[in-house]
């Protein structure tokens, strides 16, 4: 006779389903500003009267230092905790895209989309982490 494998019930308290749901809308949030840096290129490169080429590296930048910075994070928020590293990392991303809202010049506008906000996946350690046992 064969024994039957246990059956595990995990308690999760009602809270994953509003985890995921915040967890697709950071997505949203972040990848569209991404795909509408694409979209305003030219009309940034009028106003900032540089060429495309400078542009299309700042956004390159941006998404290259966060894939860079990943594992940062998660090395962080292992010491320290997900929670302050996910509100840091978000204001970070805040701070940085207000400040090149505000920006007459290219090279502000390249420190504060690549240095400032590209830190935003700051925001995310505990995805690219494995749990704890």
């Known amino acids: 006779m ?4 246990k059956k595990h019930v995990y ?5 994953g389903w509003v985890v995921v749901f915040a967890a697709c809308v950071a997505e949203f949030i972040v990848i569209g500003s991404l795909k509408a840096f694409g979209v305003l290129i030219t009309a940034m490169k009028d106003d900032f009267d540089t060429g495309l080429w400078i542009i ?5 930048l941006h998404l290259g230092v966060q894939f860079i910075l990943t594992p940062v994070a998660s090395v962080v928020a292992r010491k ?3 929670r302050p ?3 840091f990392g978000g204001f970070l991303f805040g701070l940085g895209v207000a400040l090149s809202a ?10 504060t ?3 400032i906000a590209g830190k935003e996946n700051l925001e995310k ?3 690219s982490m494995e749990r704890k046992a």
């Open 102 to 111: 505000l920006t007459h010049h290219i090279a502000f506008l390249a420190v």
């Open 85 to 87: 590293v996910i509100s």
């Open 113 to 115: 989309i690549i240095a």
């Open 125 to 127: 350690p505990k995805l």
């Open 56 to 60: 299309g590296s700042i956004n390159s």
């Open 2 to 5: 064969m024994a039957s494998p």
């Open 80 to 82: 320290v905790g997900g």
């Open 11 to 15: 308690q999760e308290g009602g809270w």
